[in-house]
């Protein structure tokens, strides 16, 4: 890790580590080109190229060519979520798409409409890579003053009234 000297404006000067990242962190877009974008409101997904931005095959609920074949409204969420993992899966094969990496966003969770769009991808031939963000841990409050508390209240719980 590099230090780096930062000033502020009460000319303090602390020390600040720039993060370097990996080899897999800087090599992972390439070998895994292709991400995979899912929305569940009305379900589409896509396939997105990571290193120029670039959306390579879409599938949405609400196409023309989707929309008639669902049938009617009641009762078509898992129906329209497994048909968009199908067809978009095909239109990836045909563009030479056959890995591809998914991170689902900030409260998604891997069940019900993204699992069933997953599913459809992976059974018509897509290989895709689940990336789960790992959580922190939560930190353990360490403080003098409230170590020296708890002190205190066990040894008067145990009837010793030594104060430090």
Partial sequence: LKAKLVAREDDVVEVKRERVPTFNQMTDPYHHPFCLDIHVT??????????TSRVVAVAHSISKDMKFDLGSRKGKGMKACAAVGAVLAKRAIEDDIHNAVYTPRK?????????VVLRAIVENGVHVKVKLKQRKPIKVFHNCVLSHFFYMVLNLSRGCCEFL
């Fill in 42 to 51: 009305s379900v589409r997904a896509c396939f997105v190229h990571r290193l």
């Fill in 107 to 115: 409260g998604d969770r891997i069940e019900g409409k993204i699992e």
